[in-house]
């Protein structure tokens, strides 16, 4: 698929990492000699010290965003962009189910995708709605999964969990997964739930060491709203969101997921297929 040329690019880096920095400094010097308008994040800008690029804004529309780093990372930027960016992974990290392109691919596959001969893939994200017994509420956004979970001390707790207003089950575990197709390949894997093709629309979901062993995964529609409720009281659990941000949970609190009007779009190049990644990250054979 051919697109219109690539002008505006972000560079966003994994925070900490000196391998990440190295490549985004040397990746600015590329882009700016090609005359694209930069942007980088607050600390590559700061590291840098250049007045000919501009720190990276999430709620700002780029052409392009450049992520350096994993999976991790590039979740991080996926949640919060607030325009449909096309967003480039570059792994520069372990299993990267998500990062397209690996360090040694990054500059030819830029030199196509400056030139806009690339796809994308529409990734779903979640919405998610926490809800206190008090009034209290907070918001986020998952790519890969929603977890409400205990801590390692904590006994197993409960949770009623609706679809749409309809009673699925109370699940007696240490905890529930509601993942995304995307995530499929995350903890939702560990727990024993089922791999789903990226672009399948649905949700999953799945108890962590269930005390019932006839609950299992379960895949619902995306248009589906999810609800579970905290039953326990006098525990520590947690709701986690990609893994990266969340909140403790009391007793009565309820927490509502469902698909997003929003979605990240993936550049794909490649030529390499979900299955070509299964196979390679986890070492299904050739």
């Known amino acids: 698929m051919s697109r219109d040329q690539i002008r505006s690019v972000a560079i966003v880096t994994k925070g900490g990492s000196r391998e990440a920095a190295r490549v985004a400094q040397e990746l600015t010097e590329w882009l700016l000699r090609r005359g694209i308008e930069l942007a980088v994040d607050a600390r590559s800008h700061e590291s ?60 030819p596959c830029l030199v ?82 089922p791999i789903v093709y990226p672009s399948l629309p649905v949700i999953v979901v799945t108890p962590i060491c269930p005390h019932t062993l006839t609950h ?4 619902v529609p995306e248009t589906s709203r999810i609800e579970v409720k905290l039953e326990t009281p006098d525990q520590e659990v947690y709701l986690t969101v990609d893994g990266q941000e969340g909140t403790t949970l009391e007793r009565g609190d309820s927490v509502s997921v469902q698909s997003s009007a929003s979605h990240a779009e993936l550049v794909h190049i490649s030529g390499r297929s979900f299955y070509d990644g299964l196979r390679s990250k986890l070492r299904w054979g050739s």
């Open 112 to 193: 196509e995708t400056l030139a806009g001969r690339f796809e994308t893939v529409s990734r779903s994200l979640l919405d998610v709605y926490l809800s206190r017994p008090d009034g209290a509420a907070l918001r986020y956004r998952a790519l890969n999964d929603v977890v409400v979970t205990k801590s390692a001390l904590a006994r197993i707790i409960d949770l009623r969990v609706e679809v749409d207003q309809r009673l699925v089950a109370r699940y007696r575990s240490d905890g529930l997964i509601l993942s995304t197709p995307t995530g499929s390949t995350a903890y939702n894997l560990s727990a024993g739930g």
């Open 48 to 107: 840098q010290g250049r007045d000919d690029i501009s720190v990276y804004d999430s709620e700002a529309s780029y052409d392009l965003v450049v992520v350096l780093g994993g999976d991790g990372t590039l979740m991080s930027v996926a949640r919060a962009l607030r325009h449909k960016v096309p967003i480039l992974g570059v792994n520069l990290g372990t299993l990267g189910f998500l990062t397209e392109i690996n360090r040694g691919e990054l500059y």
């Open 216 to 219: 299992r995964p379960l895949v």
